[in-house]
């Protein structure tokens, strides 16, 4: 009798985590653009009282979000400016340039 055992992964986690609020505009501007890069990430809502958000705080030194964390190229920003910025020079299509764009 044989079995057959599936390999488990070291770590299914993608290597993007976005600490976020339930409707947040800034939030959901980041989240979009995520989505429209196709990256894999991991939504994490945060508290909503400001005084409550450790974890970003440990994260980031910050207590507003958005915040992502890129493990790709060991990045952590905050602000939604920033990180569209961020993903659109990085993962956007031929890493376009910003030159005081439009929000």
Do not use: W
Not at 8 to 22: E, V, W
Not at 40 to 55: A, G, I, L
Not at 56 to 72: C, F, H, I, S
Request: proline share 6%.
């Amino acid at each position: 009798m044989s079995s057959t055992s599936a390999p488990t992964t070291a770590s299914d986690d993608p290597p993007i985590t976005f600490y976020r609020l339930q409707g947040c505009p800034y939030c959901e501007r980041v989240a979009r653009l995520l989505n429209e890069f196709d990256l894999e990430y991991q939504s994490r809502f945060v508290e909503p009282m400001h005084s409550d958000r450790n974890v970003v705080k440990r994260v980031a030194g910050v207590r507003t979000v958005p915040v992502v964390v890129d493990e790709n190229t060991g990045i952590t920003m905050a602000e939604s400016a920033n990180i569209v910025e961020y993903l659109e020079s990085t993962y956007g299509d031929g890493a376009t340039a910003t030159d005081g764009g439009e929000v």
